[in-house]
């Protein structure tokens, strides 16, 4: 990987030497992030030729596993960012409130999404924790043992458990991101403002904060239904049987001994691709549709009160969704510490640390070597999404090419890394440190710019320029006051690319070899096994990771957040 | 130890050492085949042959790349690992896979990117069935290597059927077999006393017990098992041979019409009416811990005392075979051919086979899983320790578990899984 700037060695905003790095920018980023996904997309169609799709198309089941796919994927990122947008107007005007709901979001955020889809799903189980704590009152008692109600809980044909425990995952995400988006817009200002001219909080935060922040907000809310699009871990625990959605069925076809089959899993992951970016689309024109029907409606006064209320009782939904969250991971915590834990028992009947304790000891190369893995992609991706931010702050025509940034959050992981497989063979590229760092930085890199991204332009130039004015180089005008201004926003961005990476499992497996044992490959494969509570401490091991990466990263102050406050 | 569970762990002991033993001759155990005594030279050349091996295999680190849904498994993974290292200087390590097919794929991949006979990822794989298959038919496995192995002469290929068979292809020494597996029911003996063990009487207790009962969704493998096991329950013995031969898809849906039926019969009264299925067999067994549902399966006839040690089911739960005989398979280790560190996956394989391990992997605090070993071709010595092992109350003894009766041909697990997906999968 030479040519690439390491990561000290950038040099935004300087003398005319520097100024042809940032020119130079987009095509640096283009040369360091294309080769794997140029491979990995032409692997993926090459291996899905006609006959696949014929094949794919004769499954049976198939229209169903899409139509469900579809619906999970759009009502989870609807209700999602409904009640994000809720709570966050709830706590708009409450800057520590804002401030503890954010740190709550971003713990969450931390949680990997199998370990709180196990979690919800003991949490909700008609064997479950919700339904032990209430009891006898729900359990009939045949020849005198408790037998639970049989219901549908979780993996209704439906999908609703599985949309419930994906809004429980991509809502903190959302939130986090919405509220950090709200303090950089000033919308405790604006709504002072708004309500000074007699409009309720809640109207003003949904008519003037939220369209201001939406611009913020609209790629995560995509990369959220891409998710929710692709989704294997969450969709095997919570998500429908007969039959299971379209990403379900794509990985098991993926994997078939049989060649034919497995090329109608490559049809099937490729057919992900399709859904997801007319998915996208149809948000921009739904977008387009209620900027031109809301616009004349953000100069009159509300009449009927019924945001507030709608509002509200959203609020009141999230924060039951946070409250789940929460549960669930707290049920893991259990899991993990229990001795023996059977039903119908409420609380376990023995704790034993040992398991956690021995595990811990076991897995502490692999938790070393998933922090490394994690931090080189972000040591890479930090820097370079600053010279890209910087080349397009000075050419903003540079910014139209971006869009394949994005593409490994479009791709269903699996297809990607199939499609990659052979030219890195091919490469002897395979099983080195180098393959997995370059793998992980095509996931890490789009996470990290995106939640740069809006937050470093909208920041204030102005007492940039002034340092300009007074003298400062272009450089050291960026290290004074660019560095110290964003120093938060990197630190979340670092944070999230870094947790991004650490949850990188298929990489490892598929274009690893199976060479560099990581953390996430170990979680997966306990999961696969009988024992909950191994699986449950292997998960919280995996999620320490992350957690410790938010805790740093909130504990650096936000000058830019702060000063608007007073 | 109590004379009571001395004598049930002896009858278990005879169960385990003789798979099969009851469609033998009574007593053939003690009379077991031995080796026929080779000529002085070739065991020379066998000898020399192996410190060769052993020779090469010094310092040569073997990645393992097993099944690692289990710590149990996991730990004792580790345990050989740790003692391969010692006597032979060869470092193991395990990779753990949620799915074995995530290495078929990768050694395929590799094989295709010119890869052949060198430069692999995989030095030993734990693999049987289908996945074998799919490396022999490819010719990605090394061998004949099995016969190279000095603790292989312990194995009687002729005993049991799938120690040489390993699905629709002949082993051919391209696989070392490390364990056996019969297909059993789980059950707690103090919810259901009389458990179910026929077609028919499993379909009228799950009538009687609505929403009490599931199996995984195929083509899982225990859903697939589940499956396999009935259709040759519910046909008559005489048109059981077909099962034994290639699928004729002319006549395929009039030998499997009773198999339909029947499962649509007890379709309504299972867990979640059937519209719902658990995607795996390790989910059905969590499902079973919690309470969800009252029977579950088992490939191992020690998953119930393994359950039960670790703390997972009541200590009442019980492991029992079909009645007439349940289907029975080997699972093995094969070294694929573009391994880079043959020699080392040999002498691990070695290991996995040798008596001492053998007999560890059998205690069902350890593991629980059957000996591949003959009893017959042990010393007296080695019988002793696998005579010591305490098997526990919950193994199920020789009439329990039953005879071992052959899987049908492979084509039929293929035939019988998309037969199952276009009637269930739709919804």
Known sequence: MTGLPGAGDWRPAAPPGRSRLLALAPWIAAAVLAPPLAGGLAGAVATAPLSAWRLLAAEPGIGRSILLSVLVAVAATVISAALAGAIAALVAARPVRARATERLALVLVAAPHAAVAVGLAFLIAPTGLLFRLAGGWIYTAADGRALPPDLPLPGDSWGLSLIAGLVVKEMPFLLALTIAAQQRVGARAALDRARSLGWPAASAWWRVVAPQIWPLLRLPVAAVAVYGLGTVDMALVLGPSLPPVLAVRSLSLLFDPDPARAAAGAAAALLQLVLAVALILSGLAAERLVRRGGADRLTVRPRRPLAPFASRLAAGLGLLVLAMAVLAVVTLVFWAGAAVWRFPDPLPAGWSMARLTGMAADLAPAARASALYALLPVLIAVPLALLLLESQARSPARAVGEGPIYLPLLLPPAAFLAGLQGPVLRLGLDGTGLALVWCHLATVFPYVFLALRESYRRTD????????????????????????????????????????GVAQYLPAVMIGGGRIPLLATEAVATAAGLDRRAAAAAALLLAMLPAAGFLLASLIPDPAGRRRCR | MTLWMRIAGRMALAAALSWGASAQAAGSTATAPQPAPKPQGAQLRAQTDWQAVLDEARGQTVRFNAWGGDPKINEFIERVAAEAEGCCAVIVEQVKLADTAEAVARIKAEAAAGRKTEGGSVDLIWINGENFAALRTADLLWGPMLDRLPDARFIDLGANPALARDGSLPVDGYEVPWGLSQFGLVYDRAVTPDPPRSP?????????????????APPDFIGSAFLKQMLIMLLPKDKRPALMRPVDPARAPDLTAPLWAWLDRIRPAMWREGRAFPPNGPALERMQADGAVDLGFAFHPGQAASAIASGLMPASTRVIGWSGGSIANAHFVAIPANADAKAGAMVFA?????????????????????????????????????????????????EELGPAIPEPHPSWTDWLEAEWSRRYLAG
């Open chain 1, 461 to 500: 130039q102005r007492p940039r320029r002034l340092a300009r004015s007074l003298g400062r180089s272009g450089f050291g005008a960026w290290t004074a006051v660019m560095l110290p201004l964003t120093v938060r926003p990197l630190a979340v961005a670092a944070a999230i690319g870094f947790s991004a």
């Open chain 2, 350 to 398: 070695n290991m996995l086979i040798s008596p001492e391990i053998q007999a560890a992997k059998l205690d069902p605090l350890i593991w629980g899983d059957m000996t591949v070993l003959s009893a017959g071709r042990l010393s007296e010595e080695d019988r002793a320790v696998f005579r010591d092992i305490d098997l526990g109350p919950a193994w199920p003894s020789e």
């Open chain 2, 200 to 216: 028919a009487a499993l379909a009228d207790w799950i009538e009687a017990h609505p929403g009490r009962f599931t199996y995984p």
